[in-house]
């Protein structure tokens, strides 16, 4: 299949026949159907950008290479990573992009050490959870793993260890491998050297199949421009090609198609009539006002992290909750795999700002995350959800660090969340804040039970001002 992906360019059924479709619709189901389609879409969209940057454009400052073929970052993220939102920088990463189509391809993994957590999470083109292996659901050993596109109708072969369905052609594996301190680095390096991937065809020792045509990938739009441009439907149109309408989504397309959305249509952004411009861009503005709603739930915590990500049977096709899962954090881990109760605002309610604000927070003796993994806590910036340069190089505080922290005379713990340092006797835990608005993100990897089910609580983000 080499390394390039490849498929069709998207079929044009003319504009002017996409036009009679519009001119069939009031300008109130336009903008109505605008706002729909851009929530289902902004997943695939973002989806497509950051991978577009990854696999396609070997311009992009965040390239790693070719299709089929797996490519470790032998380091964690810093502020100079700007491609992926809320990275983490506990587990080095490693990036597959997989082109599925001529045929499935074969994962390989080492055994890993028992108390080494680590996770391959395979997700399709519109970011849902398509399955996993790794510490939580397979265990540490070695193993060989399948996956398989849509149109895959095959035998499952010996030395198969399990099979995992894409709902797309094209599909995102991205491995996390824990890393305990910074010396730890050439053990995880070892780990991912073992990291391999094949077509099915090599692993079985025969001729492999007719490759699939080329792709001729369109550029995406860059990350502000998905927020209003047009554009962003013919996007979206050329990554629905990448995957058959699903049974449940049926309607749904035959709905958007009266807009000229979807896998086999084109939208004219130039032929559209003021009137009509003005319905769909005021959907669009919709689709935000409704999100900003989201949000409002988000930050009270009666929406959590654990609400927004995983598979499509889980998230039952709610494209908002889709939506906020990418925005926050793209391609994060389902909430048995790890949960990331996020601090937006202080005790008072206020948001967090590192301007004039200090705050900490303090974790009383035996009430530290109560995870099987490890635990966490990682400054983002606002609103890029970048990682915060900062004289330290310290992005995170974590539950490898534990000895280095400074206890409290009761045996609890103090992190002090600040843009300045607290003094050098509190540096050791101090995770220092941007001049501006955060988020810090906790992150509970393998969470127990009692974290699962709200029994423990995360302690306030308090200001000290």
Do not use: C
């Not at 069939?24 to 289902?40: F, H, P, Q, V």
């Not at 398989?148 to 095959?154: D, F, I, L, S």
């Not at 780990?191 to 990938?217: E, H, M, N, R, T």
């Not at 409290?408 to 713990?413: F, N, Q, S, T």
């Amino acid at each position: 299949m080499g390394t390039t992906a490849s498929a069709m360019k998207p079929v044009d059924n003319g504009a002017a026949s996409a036009e009679s479709r519009r001119a069939e619709i009031t300008l109130a189901e336009a903008r109505s159907i605008a706002k729909e389609a851009y929530i289902y879409g902004y997943s695939p969209v973002d989806s497509y950008r950051i991978l577009y940057s990854y696999f396609v454009d070997r311009n992009d400052p965040e390239y790693k290479g070719g299709w089929n073929t797996i490519h470790n970052n032998a380091r964690v993220f810093t502020p100079d990573d700007k491609a992926m939102q809320t990275p983490n920088v506990d587990t080095p990463y490693s990036n597959l992009g997989l082109d599925l189509r001529a045929e499935p391809m074969v994962l390989t993994v080492p055994a890993v050490e028992k108390t080494r957590y680590y996770s391959v999470e395979v997700n399709d083109l519109f970011t849902f959870i398509s399955g996993y292996f790794g510490t939580r659901t397979t265990g540490n050993g070695a193993g060989n793993y399948l996956v398989a596109g849509p149109g895959w109708k095959g035998k499952v072969p010996k030395g198969i260890k399990a099979v995992i369905r894409s709902e797309t052609e094209l599909a995102y594996i991205f491995y996390r491998t824990q890393l305990f301190k910074a010396d730890d680095i050439e053990n995880v390096k070892k780990i991912q050297a073992g990291y391999k991937v094949q077509p099915l065809s090599a692993f079985l020792g025969k001729l492999a199949p007719a490759a699939a045509p080329a792709i001729d990938f369109i550029k995406p739009l860059g990350k502000e421009q998905q927020r209003s441009s047009l554009e962003f439907f013919n996007v979206l149109n050329f990554v629905l090609q990448f995957g058959p309408t699903h049974p449940s989504e049926q309607a749904l397309m035959e709905r958007f198609a009266k807009l000229g959305i979807g896998a086999d249509k084109t939208f004219d952004v130039q032929a559209l009539s003021p009137e009509m411009r003005k319905a769909i861009e005021d959907g669009i503005a919709d689709a935000w006002l409704e999100f900003a709603a989201l949000e409002k739930r988000v930050i009270t915590g009666e929406v959590t992290s654990g609400d927004v990500l995983g598979s499509r049977a889980y998230l039952k096709n709610n494209y908002l909750y889709r939506m906020r899962g990418t925005l926050a954090g793209i391609w994060g881990l389902s909430k048995e795999e790890a949960i990331y109760p996020a601090y937006y605002a202080d005790s008072t309610g206020q948001r967090l700002n590192g301007v004039g604000n200090r705050y900490t927070l303090r974790f009383a003796p035996g009430q530290l995350p109560p995870v099987n993994a490890f635990w966490s806590l990682t400054m983002y910036e606002l609103p890029s959800r970048l990682l915060v340069a900062n004289s330290l190089n310290r992005y995170l505080i974590n539950s490898p660090m534990l000895p280095d922290l400074k206890r409290d005379a009761d045996g609890g713990i103090t992190l002090y969340v600040q843009q300045e340092s607290p003094g050098e006797d509190k540096e050791s835990n101090w995770l220092p804040a941007p001049n501006g608005p955060f988020v810090a993100a906790l992150r509970l990897y393998v969470p127990k039970p009692e974290a699962l089910s709200g029994e423990w609580k995360q302690p306030p983000m308090q200001r000290i001002n």
